[in-house]
Nanobody, 124 residues
Framework: QVQLVESGGGLVQPGDSLRLSCAASGRTFSNYYMAWFRQPPGKAREFVAGVSGGGGTKDYSDPAKGRFTISRDNAKNTVSLQMNSLKPEDTAVYYC?????????????????WGQGTQVTVSS
């Protein structure tokens, strides 16, 4: 059983930065591939970024590449998403999720554990 709790969302202006954090419970955190998904208003939930258990592999969606950075700290059971140069189209509820399915890691259907989500709004 894994419990995930996100924090760090908020209202920011275009061009600003924001850092999201996710705290996970459980003793086997390093066994999970951890990811961030987001769900814009009226749209489907989509993969944003993910990191392998040891931190050696990181994946990003095209919109996130070059602007977002995912990291994890296995000693603290946390995963973070640093978001820079935010745009209005980044507005969404952001979810932390975990999976043991590495081959399906960009598909939301592969994830059995989700946080409650944190709202990110980018607006002037």
């Amino acid at each position: 059983q894994v419990q995930l709790v996100e924090s760090g969302g908020g209202l920011v202006q275009p061009g600003d930065s924001l850092r999201l954090s996710c705290a996970a419970s459980g003793r086997t955190f390093s066994n999970y591939y951890m990811a961030w998904f987001r769900q814009p208003p009226g749209k489907a939930r989509e993969f944003v970024a993910g990191v392998s258990g040891g931190g050696g592999t990181k994946d990003y969606s095209d919109p996130a590449k070059g602007r977002f950075t995912i990291s994890r700290d296995n000693a603290k059971n946390t995963v973070s998403l640093q978001m820079n140069s935010l745009k209005p189209e980044d507005t969404a509820v952001y979810y932390c999720a975990s999976t043991t399915s590495y081959t399906l890691r960009t598909s939301r259907n592969a994830y059995g554990y989700w946080g409650q989500g944190t709202q990110v709004t980018v607006s002037s």
